[in-house]
T-cell receptor, first 114, second 116 residues
């Protein structure tokens, strides 16, 4: 069965430090991959997506992610974290034979220390 | 272009009452998806609809839950005889094209349902 794993439930980084949030997926075919961010009490905002082509994708707010087929991973990175990045981050997977539904990881909550 | 709209943003119901959640997709989008987020969990797919059609309802509980997306008006997620376990955030997403084309889904702000 398809699944998405975000191994880190909660991460704390200092402002200005680099960030990497992990995402691993289990799926038989080439997936479509997404990262969304959710601020408290809010909806989900799309950060970036991978459908095909260049495996390093750039998103909004200075985020990037790299698709590594051999590792079944799609980790999210940011070189320098800002206090406003504190939020919950969700990795999601979709696929052609999955119809329209996305499968989400459980999320990683990011805290930023001043 | 307004985003996906959901109302109400917060809904309180007593056990046994009905809850109706509304979702207006982005302009030009004809595909709607509903997801549920239980406390401390990720989002779980419930149902995927096009205008007047249910495409995939594999994530819908078998009883008490129903969804529709009429030709005119918003999509409605209806929960009959609510129980405390229905307390969750319900998110709607829309896309211009769905299914195999896997267009990006854009999410609304959610409806937080609390069942007393």
């Amino acid at each position: 069965a398809q699944s998405v794993t975000q191994p880190d439930i909660h991460i704390t980084v200092s402002e200005g430090a680099s960030l990497e949030l992990r995402c691993n997926y289990s799926y038989g075919a080439t997936p479509y991959l997404f990262w969304y961010v959710q601020s408290p009490g809010q909806g989900l905002q799309l950060l970036l997506k991978y459908f095909s082509g260049d495996t390093l994708v750039q998103g909004i707010k200075g985020f990037e992610a790299e698709f590594k087929r051999s590792q079944s991973s799609f980790n999210l990175r940011k070189p320098s974290v800002h206090w406003s990045d504190a939020a919950e981050y969700f990795c999601a997977v979709g696929a052609r034979n999955q119809g329209g539904k996305l499968i989400f990881g459980q999320g990683t909550e990011l805290s930023v220390k001043p | 272009n307004a985003g996906v709209m959901q109302n109400p943003r917060h809904l309180v119901r007593r056990r046994g009452q009905e809850a109706r959640l509304r979702c207006s997709p982005m302009k030009g989008h004809s595909h709607v998806y509903w997801y549920r987020q239980l406390p401390e969990e990720g989002l779980k797919f419930m149902v995927y609809l096009q205008k007047e059609n249910i495409i995939d309802e594999s994530g819908m509980p078998k009883e008490r839950f129903s969804a529709e997306f009429p030709k005119e008006g918003p999509s409605i997620l209806r929960i009959q005889q609510v129980v405390r376990g229905d307390s969750a955030a319900y998110f709607c997403a829309s896309s211009p094209v769905g299914g195999a084309h896997q267009e990006t889904q854009y999410f609304g702000p959610g409806t937080r349902l609390l069942v007393l």
